[in-house]
């Protein structure tokens, strides 16, 4: 299978990327890891998994690549039973089993 991408290119990037990312993590855990943080950072850092955890499923419902790109029902209303009942129960796992319980319902149910 021919990539279109020089093996040394390839190899540089990767490492790169390596090294990129054992560097961030060695900053905050090895540099700062011993230290307490200021109360604004900690203040700030309780929101990260709020702010990622949509970023990664947000394209997943609105631009899924199942239907090339298409908007879908059983995506959505997946999407809005995930977000109802992570709201009133306040359990991740009860919204992860409403959420797949709907997609796959409704997949089942509109083929």
Not at 30 to 40: F, K, S, T
Request: proline share 6%; net charge neutral; charged share 10%.
């Amino acid at each position: 299978m021919n990539s279109g991408f020089d093996p040394v290119t390839t190899w540089v990037v990767i490492i790169g990327l390596g090294l990129g990312s054992f560097g961030l993590r060695f900053v905050f855990l090895g540099l700062v890891g011993d230290r307490a943080m200021p109360e604004w950072v900690l203040r700030h850092l309780r929101y990260t998994a709020v702010a990622i955890l949509p970023a990664l499923v947000a394209p997943l419902v609105l631009w899924p690549a199942a239907t090339e790109g298409e908007l879908d029902p059983p995506r959505l209303a997946a999407a809005a039973a995930t977000v109802a009942v992570g709201w009133i129960t306040r359990n991740v796992f009860a919204a992860i089993g409403a959420g797949a319980g709907t997609l796959y319902g409704m997949l089942y149910l509109l083929g």
